[in-house]
């Protein structure tokens, strides 16, 4: 049995289907073809948009709005407050994009006042069972964060990056666009787009082969690319050539490549962790792992 979404919801956006044991707001805003399950609770200064479900037992509260299509798994809660000791009660907010789906027992708490005061997800992502959001972070479209991975606030993750189960993202680290994080990596500093990191603590071990092979790179822009990772980071080791003068070499050898410039852009940017380090001659390349 369902009933209505409350009579003052914007005029075009009625229409929700909520369950008698949900707990929603009168002054939540529904969009036309929700979904509320049983046992719910959606705050008042909740936004839902078109066609998103909450299965059951979904917890939605604080300035928070869910894009259109999105969907939500038992126990999973979303917009609360951050779990950061300066925080005081301020209004901040949380978005998670459209199409987004969020499994089982994940929390994505809102942003704190010093952090910017939003936390955000992408459209198209999914995160797996058990993993945590931290306030203030900025999640990318296309992502895919596996089971059990954790982060700290303020954490940037770039589009079509992949986290694997049980990693433990650092506050303030940024993942670039495409990089793949392996299982139980504990990523204390940044990682370059395409980047692959293995291992604890994570090490660079290459590039993001196979996703570059999915997505359409061709094998000539594939070797220029793998050519200006190896200037970046010779396979054995310390050349002799420290770190500045190999970025230098590759942006004038490989710097009109465009992945290349999102590279460099990407050490340029100012950051609070530094990046992470190649990971010691022998270790076992990432070429034959993607997701």
């Not at 942006?251 to 999102?262: F, L």
Request: proline share 4%.
């Amino acid at each position: 049995m369902t009933h209505s979404a409350h009579s003052d919801a914007p005029a075009g956006r009625t229409g929700a289907a909520i369950h008698p044991s949900a707990l929603v707001d009168p002054g939540a805003r529904l969009g036309h073809g929700v979904s509320i399950g049983p046992w719910c609770s959606v705050g008042p200064d909740v936004v839902i948009e078109d066609g998103v479900r909450l299965i059951s037992h979904v917890v939605v509260d604080g300035h928070t709005r869910l894009g259109a299509g999105s969907l939500y798994y038992p126990f999973c809660t979303i917009g609360l407050a951050p779990q950061d000791l300066k925080y005081a009660g301020e209004s901040t907010r949380c978005a998670v994009g459209a199409r987004t789906v969020v499994r089982e027992n994940v929390t994505i708490h809102r942003g704190t006042q010093t952090g910017g005061g939003l936390t955000t997800v992408g459209a198209d992502c999914l995160i797996m069972a058990n993993a945590h959001v931290a306030h203030d972070c900025v999640i990318g479209n296309n992502v895919i964060i596996v089971n059990n991975v954790v982060m700290g606030g303020h954490v940037q993750i770039g589009d079509h990056a992949r986290i694997m189960g049980s990693a433990a993202l650092h506050q303030f680290v940024r993942i670039g666009r495409a990089a793949m994080v392996g299982g139980v990596c504990g990523v204390e500093a940044d990682v370059i787009p395409y980047g692959s990191v293995l291992g604890n603590r994570a090490r660079l071990v290459g590039m993001h082969w196979i996703w570059l092979r999915r997505n359409g790179v061709g094998s000539a822009d594939m070797q220029r690319l793998r050519k200006a990772f190896r200037t970046l980071y010779p396979r054995h080791g310390n050349d002799g050539v420290v770190f500045e003068q190999r970025l230098e070499e590759v942006r004038a050898t490989y710097g009109d490549d465009p992945r290349v410039r999102e590279i460099l852009a990407f050490i340029d940017a100012p950051s609070r962790r530094g990046l992470v380090r190649a990971a010691r001659p022998g270790s076992a390349s990432s070429d034959t792992e993607g997701v």
